[in-house]
Nanobody, 126 residues
Framework: QVHLVESGGGLVQAGGSLRLSCAAS????????MAWFRQAPGKERDFVAA????????YYADSVKGRFTISRDNAKNTVYLRMNSLKPEDTADYYC???????????????????WGQGTQVTVSS
């Protein structure tokens, strides 16, 4: 059974940084994409970033390019999201997801991901 467990969320001031972690277990993820999505209160779940596990290709939403970095540690089966220069509009619940994405153009779609973590809350104060 696949488990994705996020950690690292919290309260931070605008301009600050956080690193989210997603510990994955239950299967081999070499053929998977791992992604981070976020959902603010009253809004839809939005794509943030993704990484292909085998080739480490990365993808980012325009709103986080240059500020967020997704990476993975093969030995620890863990995916990270380093978030710098945080803004109040980054406030949301952040979810880790895993899926066999059908094509590069589909990495932003939540429908491509079969497994989800429980989420970790990020609050950025102004």
């Amino acid at each position: 059974q696949v488990h994705l467990v996020e950690s690292g969320g919290g309260l931070v001031q605008a301009g600050g940084s956080l690193r989210l972690s997603c510990a994955a277990s239950g299967r081999t993820f070499s053929s998977y994409y791992m992604a981070w999505f976020r959902q603010a209160p009253g809004k839809e779940r939005d794509f943030v970033a993704a990484i292909s596990w085998r080739l480490c290709r990365t993808y980012y939403a325009d709103s986080v390019k240059g500020r967020f970095t997704i990476s993975r540690d093969n030995a620890k089966n863990t995916v990270y999201l380093r978030m710098n220069s945080l803004k109040p509009e980054d406030t949301a619940d952040y979810y880790c997801a895993a899926g066999v994405v059908s094509g590069r153009g589909e990495v932003v779609s939540a429908l491509q991901y079969d497994y989800w973590g429980q989420g970790t809350q990020v609050t950025v104060s102004s």
